[in-house]
């Protein structure tokens, strides 16, 4: 008979019913049931035993890696899946996770996980690195936003495994808007610890600048100027020299007053290392659109749309699930007004009404230019020309 094959990982503090909910998603599949308790809670421990969990305490330190890597030290899969108490694992039919497990060219797989942000909007998928082989030594790094990037990649050079995408799905259902705060508050504290012990570290220079800004604190600006010229340091190589350099163009775009050439610089920065960035592309298009540079503006938006329609779009950090909504392709319509091609903006915006049908812009607009295209008259501007475009922070 094989020995078992996958370990399931939970780090919990106190979160007892989000840690049954887990557990339970993940008994289905698992061989063995690993939770790290960080708060010594009688409680997370009665959950664990009632999971036939292995129960490993762990005192808390500031530190999400050490508890993590501790309870990797016992697990005796040859894979192992990490699974967050605010998450849940769908359903996996036990003989395509079987030939996932039986895989001998893989070193890791991805994960996509579903963020839903509200009722009324769109979930976001990101693609997170949760299942790995578990005999190679892979441990966390870092006491705040835990992470392996480096060693997977020295890994995978090493050992020619590779990094692939699984049929796996999460459900994330952790954003608690009134806990945003002391959580900003939290990671600052541990960021601040981290660089001192590690100093240079060019993500977490980002991360604290940016989580600083989010607090109002006026040294997250300097902090990100630096980064940035660490960054610019970088903008030859064909990749990023930092998974989050992203947001930080992100936030450079949508937040500082730059001159039109570094405006430029930091945008042909953008298109080179995440062509399928949607945050990027929507201030990028934003900007041609308020500009009047209509084709331009269409082309990128039309991009967005296209990446959205399949689930193409880099989902390596979160966004507003607004961008997968209306206003790209309502933006797109506009521009096509906007430059007469009436057969282009109609099959847009009946596109748009197909979706949305009650959509009010959509169905003014496309009035209007049906009446245009009757009267055989130049096109006036379209009612949405003064349309906020979605995905831009209020």
């Given at each position: 008979?094989?020995g078992?094959?996958?370990?399931?990982?939970?780090?919990?503090?106190?979160?007892?019913?989000?840690l049954?909910?887990?557990?339970?998603?993940?008994r289905?599949?698992a061989?063995?049931?690993?939770?790290v308790?960080?708060?010594?809670?009688d409680v997370?421990?009665?959950?664990?035993?009632?999971?036939?969990?292995n129960?490993?305490?762990?005192?808390w330190?500031?530190?999400?890696?050490?508890p993590?890597?501790?309870?990797?030290?016992r697990?005796?899969?040859?894979?192992?899946?990490r699974?967050?108490?605010?998450?849940t694992?769908?359903?996996?039919?036990?003989?395509?996770l079987?030939?996932l497990?039986?895989?001998?060219?893989?070193?890791?797989?991805?994960v996509?996980?579903e963020e839903?942000?509200?009722q009324?909007?769109?979930?976001?998928e990101?693609?997170?690195?949760?299942?790995?082989?578990?005999?190679?030594?892979?441990r966390?790094?870092?006491r705040?936003?835990?992470?392996?990037?480096?060693q997977?990649?020295?890994?995978?050079d090493?050992?020619?495994?590779?990094?692939a995408?699984?049929p796996m799905?999460?459900v994330?259902?952790?954003?608690?808007?009134?806990?945003?705060?002391s959580?900003?508050?939290?990671?600052?504290?541990?960021?601040?610890?981290?660089?001192?012990?590690?100093?240079?570290?060019?993500?977490?220079?980002?991360?604290?600048g940016?989580?600083?800004?989010a607090?109002?604190?006026?040294?997250?600006?300097s902090?990100l100027?630096?980064?940035?010229?660490?960054?610019l340091?970088?903008e030859?190589?064909?990749i990023?020299p930092t998974?989050?350099a992203?947001?930080?163009?992100?936030h450079?775009?949508?937040?500082?007053?730059?001159?039109?050439?570094?405006?430029?610089?930091?945008?042909?920065?953008?298109h080179?290392?995440?062509?399928?960035?949607l945050?990027?592309?929507?201030l990028?298009?934003?900007?041609?659109?308020?500009g009047?540079?209509?084709?331009?503006?269409?082309?990128?938006?039309?991009?967005?749309?296209?990446?959205?329609?399949?689930r193409e779009?880099?989902?390596?950090t979160?966004?507003s699930?607004r961008?997968?909504?209306?206003g790209?392709l309502?933006h797109?319509?506009?521009?096509?007004?906007?430059?007469?091609?009436?057969?282009?903006?109609?099959?847009?915006?009946?596109?748009?009404?197909?979706?949305?049908?009650?959509?009010?812009?959509?169905?003014?607009?496309?009035?209007?230019?049906?009446?245009?295209?009757?009267?055989?008259?130049?096109?006036?501007?379209p009612r949405?020309?003064?349309?906020?475009?979605?995905?831009r922070?209020?």
């Amino acid at each position: 008979m094989p020995g078992p094959t996958l370990s399931v990982l939970c780090m919990a503090f106190d979160e007892v019913e989000g840690l049954r909910a887990a557990l339970a998603s993940a008994r289905p599949i698992a061989d063995e049931l690993l939770v790290v308790s960080t708060g010594g809670s009688d409680v997370v421990a009665r959950v664990a035993t009632e999971f036939d969990a292995n129960l490993i305490d762990h005192a808390w330190d500031d530190d999400f890696s050490a508890p993590l890597n501790a309870g990797l030290d016992r697990a005796s899969c040859r894979w192992v899946l990490r699974l967050d108490t605010d998450e849940t694992l769908l359903p996996l039919p036990g003989q395509e996770l079987h030939g996932l497990l039986q895989r001998e060219d893989v070193l890791l797989y991805s994960v996509r996980r579903e963020e839903f942000h509200g009722q009324d909007l769109p979930p976001v998928e990101m693609l997170v690195h949760r299942m790995w082989r578990a005999d190679l030594g892979i441990r966390y790094r870092g006491r705040y936003h835990e992470h392996f990037h480096e060693q997977i990649a020295h890994l995978s050079d090493e050992t020619g495994l590779r990094v692939a995408d699984s049929p796996m799905r999460l459900v994330h259902r952790g954003h608690d808007r009134g806990r945003r705060e002391s959580k900003l508050q939290r990671g600052t504290r541990i960021m601040e610890l981290e660089l001192r012990e590690r100093p240079g570290q060019l993500y977490y220079e980002i991360e604290l600048g940016r989580t600083w800004t989010a607090l109002g604190d006026p040294r997250g600006r300097s902090l990100l100027e630096q980064a940035l010229t660490r960054t610019l340091q970088a903008e030859h190589s064909p990749i990023p020299p930092t998974v989050v350099a992203g947001p930080l163009l992100e936030h450079c775009l949508r937040s500082w007053d730059l001159s039109g050439e570094e405006r430029e610089r930091l945008e042909r920065l953008a298109h080179r290392w995440f062509p399928k960035s949607l945050p990027l592309l929507d201030l990028i298009a934003t900007r041609a659109f308020t500009g009047e540079e209509w084709e331009r503006a269409a082309a990128l938006f039309e991009r967005m749309v296209r990446l959205a329609e399949v689930r193409e779009y880099d989902a390596s950090t979160p966004f507003s699930p607004r961008l997968l909504g209306d206003g790209p392709l309502l933006h797109v319509a506009v521009c096509h007004h906007r430059l007469a091609n009436w057969t282009s903006a109609e099959r847009c915006y009946r596109k748009l009404l197909d979706l949305y049908p009650d959509h009010p812009s959509g169905v003014a607009n496309l009035k209007v230019l049906l009446e245009q295209k009757t009267a055989t008259v130049q096109p006036a501007p379209p009612r949405s020309a003064k349309h906020r475009p979605h995905g831009r922070r209020r």
